[in-house]
């Protein structure tokens, strides 16, 4: 199935990497499409919030770490948008739709 995504998530960025957002040894099917640069940043984050990514047989764990790690990505998805929505207001602002649209 081809990809939707027009680049990455948070820049736009077209070079992209498929980023395992919950860890690719828990949530291996969810990838999110990160340039190289918001690559490098999710993963800096998730070690500096201490979570651990590697394998553990234990599954509430992993669950556990698949969630911490999701919500670092979530973070940065938030941050994307408050940046995009703080700037649209110093111009004349599209719609919501429209800036949303942009990044989907």
């Known amino acids: 199935m081809k990809s939707r995504v027009g680049g990455?998530?948070?820049c736009g960025k077209k070079r992209i990497e498929r980023n395992h957002a919950?860890?690719?040894n828990f949530v291996a099917w969810f990838t999110m499409p990160f340039c190289p640069k918001h690559h490098t940043q999710f993963h800096a984050l998730v070690s500096a919030a201490g979570i651990n990514l590697e394998y553990t047989p234990d599954p509430v764990d992993r669950l556990?770490?698949?969630l911490k790690a999701l919500l670092v990505c979530a973070f940065m998805l938030l941050e994307a948008m408050e940046e995009l929505n703080s700037r649209s207001k110093r111009t004349d602002p599209p719609k919501v739709e429209e800036r949303i649209s942009e990044h989907v």
């Open 64 to 66: 556990i770490r698949a």
């Open 22 to 24: 919950g860890g690719k």
């Open 8 to 10: 990455c998530v948070i």
